[in-house]
């Protein structure tokens, strides 16, 4: 079956830094979703990307969406306290439900 | 306009006990799905409901049961409950499972310890 990959599982930085989280999956996507889990929190939805290479941006995040339709990645800017969480990838096959990836664990060091 | 709804919050059971988590949403939505994430780890489908009257297993659906009581309402029963089930639930909705009208909008979890 189709599988969604998230690296890295977690990731430390310095408040200021940039954060970068990388989704890859086994097979062709259609859509690709991002969301934000805060600690002790819900998933909450981000954003989808559909078209190949498409690049979207909310902020200081930008989200790709590669040219084969395979992987995704989401880009944080000078990373804020407020940015900490699990953000998750969920890819859509074009027959099937979505798979959601492990989640990346950001944590930012004030 | 509340999303979605999840009872009880908090729950704590003994093993073979059995409960009925509820979930319910009231943006008119034709699909559920019901998680379990354990702590550190990802989203683990256990049940989903593409359609009212339709439901079928995910990737975890070993020990529980669902019903999707209607377009509204789905619910997961954990029949005997066991330590291994200790987890947090949640239930999410989505306009439809089909592509592009798949984003899933999450109810706030069902914490889950079973002793």
């Known amino acids: 079956g189709q599988q969604v990959m998230q690296i890295p599982q977690y990731q430390h930085v310095q408040e200021g830094e940039d954060f970068t989280t990388y989704c890859n999956s086994s097979?062709?996507?259609?859509?690709i979703q991002w969301y934000k889990q805060r600690p002790g929190g819900h998933p909450v939805f981000l954003i989808q990307?559909?078209?190949?290479?498409e690049v979207k941006k909310q902020k200081r995040l930008t989200f790709q969406f590669g040219e084969a339709k395979k992987n995704s990645s989401l880009h944080i800017t000078a990373t804020q306290t407020t940015d900490v969480g699990t953000y998750f990838c969920a890819g859509s096959p074009w027959a099937g439900k979505s798979t959601f990836g492990d989640g990346t664990t950001l944590t930012v060091k004030p | 306009n509340a999303g979605v709804t999840q009872t009880p919050k908090f729950q704590v059971l003994k093993t073979g006990q059995s409960m009925t988590l509820q979930c319910a949403q009231d943006m008119n939505h034709n699909s559920m799905y019901w998680y379990r994430q354990d702590p550190g780890m990802g989203l683990r489908l256990i049940y989903y409901s593409a359609s009212e009257g339709t439901t079928d297993k995910g990737e975890v659906p070993n020990g529980y049961n669902v019903s999707r009581l209607n377009k509204r309402e789905f619910s997961l029963r954990l029949e005997s409950a066991a330590p291994s089930q200790t987890s947090v639930y949640f239930c999410a909705s989505s306009e439809d499972d089909r592509l592009a009208k798949n984003i899933q909008y999450f109810g706030a979890g069902t914490r889950l310890s079973v002793l």
């Open positions: 097979t062709t996507l259609s859509n």
């Open positions: 990307l559909v078209k190949s290479g």
